[in-house]
């Protein structure tokens, strides 16, 4: 089924009211598994040694991230 604009401008109404009931720093970090690598490794490379990733739908984010981004890089600690 494709999304209609009603759907879309739900969607980015829910998301507004949860970015602003969240506390502390965040960014959002989006695009292909190419571009997500990238901005990961950046990170990386500036010294970060922990993350913490969430998406939604979690489940499908979760797959998403696991399938294209996370078999990118060497070493990784779970």
């Given amino acids: 089924m494709e999304p209609t604009l009603e759907n879309l401008i739900e969607v980015a109404q829910a998301k507004k009211k949860r970015a602003l009931k969240r506390k502390g720093a965040g960014t959002a970090i989006v695009g292909t598994p190419?571009?997500?690598t990238e901005a990961l490794q950046d990170y990386i490379d500036a010294g970060v040694s922990h993350l913490?990733?969430?998406?939604?739908?979690h489940a499908d984010e979760a797959r998403r991230f696991g399938r294209g981004v996370l078999p990118r890089f060497t070493k990784v600690t779970v």
């Fill in 52 to 57: 913490v990733l969430s998406g939604f739908p």
């Fill in 34 to 36: 190419d571009q997500v």
